[in-house]
């Protein structure tokens, strides 16, 4: 199931400031806390999916990401699909502690531990391909931003010389707990934020974040028969991670232009095309467009406007390797709007040869003979 919009899930403007986020996430987190809606399990999801939200748009740096690659930029920014144990130092300015104590942090992997190699972010990456290499396959370059590790500092935040120290207070835990009666309180450490390690001189060039902005330029190899909407993923593309964690992945999703004459329905092909009444009535070969160049097509005597032709074989190829789907062509009688003299004086000599026809409703029974031996002839 895919996630609402994580400020509609906050109910806030995407212009909103750090304290109407903040506001907004506070009034939903007193409303739906499991502790005044014991047994609730909607108000467990809602005040989830809030405490998601708030751990997105709270962070700049998280926010911006979204805002430019939606969920998957933001994907491994909760330690694996959790909520960022960071929110819980919200949760005891809201309650007081009631969130530890009651053991909430466990329903959001509060207790594990921050500090150590964290996996980095996954991307989005949009790409528009003509509908031509959408039925043929291509291989194209594109050039993304994401982070990679800092080569000034080799990714540990740390100026050179020195080298991340171990956090005094939390002895590199990265949660301090404390003794409540029964219950153990497990909260972020606020002097290395959860790292496990501070860093005295931080790297000039990365701010001590051990990540810096590059353009990376890949080959993306698009198959045969790839669809609208379907995506590619590119494992180990994606944002670089923490403290030596590995790369989050790219996923490119994939956007087909229309075809001029040609309409997708699966992997079968469909086109109309128009012919004159006189075709229809004498027969003829007609040549139709198809993704490997024109297909030639014969279309019988007496053919009716509206009849379809099945080409088999010749629509799109699966992108799992299995088969071609068939190419669908539907004639259109054409009546023309302007007639010569000369033309106008044959169809009237046309029409004394053919027989008189009266107005008769046509029986349902009538279409479907008519179809069925259509379907034999031409299926």
Do not use: W
């Not at 530890?100 to 949009?126: C, E, S, V």
């Amino acid at each position: 199931m895919s996630k609402r919009d994580f400020y509609d899930v906050l109910g806030v403007s995407r212009t909103a400031s750090e304290q109407d986020i903040k506001s907004a996430y506070r009034k939903l987190a007193l409303q739906y806390h499991p502790d005044r809606n014991p047994g609730d399990k909607a108000a467990e999801e809602r005040f989830k999916e809030a405490a998601e939200a708030y751990a997105v748009l709270a962070d700049p740096d998280k926010r911006a990401r979204y805002e430019r690659f939606g969920h998957a930029g933001v994907s491994g920014a909760a330690g694996g699909g959790g909520v960022d144990p960071t929110i819980f130092a919200d949760f005891q300015d809201i309650f007081g502690g009631l969130g530890d104590i009651f053991g909430f942090g466990d329903i959001f992997g509060g207790g594990r531990r921050r500090g150590g190699p964290q996996r980095g972010a996954d991307l989005r990456y949009d790409m528009e391909i003509a509908f031509e290499q959408s039925a043929k396959g291509a291989e194209t370059a594109i050039q993304i931003p994401r982070h990679e590790a800092c080569e000034t500092c080799q990714g540990s935040g740390a100026a050179p010389g020195s080298t991340p120290t171990t956090c005094p207070q939390c002895r590199g835990a990265g949660q301090l707990r404390y003794q409540q009666g029964f219950f153990t309180v497990a909260r972020t450490c606020g002097q290395c934020r959860g790292a496990g390690k501070v860093i005295a001189k931080p790297c000039a060039a990365c701010h001590g974040q051990g990540t810096t902005e590059q353009q990376r330029k890949l080959t993306v190899k698009i198959p045969a028969g790839i669809a609208s909407g379907q995506r590619l993923r590119l494992t180990g593309e994606g944002e670089a991670g923490t403290q030596g964690g590995p790369h989050g992945d790219l996923y490119v999703v994939i956007h087909v232009r229309d075809h001029e004459f040609l309409h997708r329905d699966g992997n079968d092909l469909h086109c109309e095309i128009p012919l004159s009444i006189t075709t229809l009535a004498l027969g003829s070969e007609i040549t139709v467009p198809g993704i490997d160049g024109n297909e030639t097509l014969r279309v019988p005597e007496g053919t009716q406007t509206g009849a379809t032709f099945r080409l088999k074989g010749k629509g799109m190829p699966d992108v799992g390797g299995r088969g071609k789907g068939d190419l669908l062509v539907t004639v259109q009688a054409v009546t023309p709007k302007k007639l010569t003299r000369e033309q106008r004086k044959l169809l009237e000599q046309l029409a004394e040869t053919l027989p008189a026809q009266k107005f008769e409703p046509r029986r349902r029974e009538d279409d479907a003979e008519d179809r069925g031996l259509f379907g034999k002839i031409f299926g």
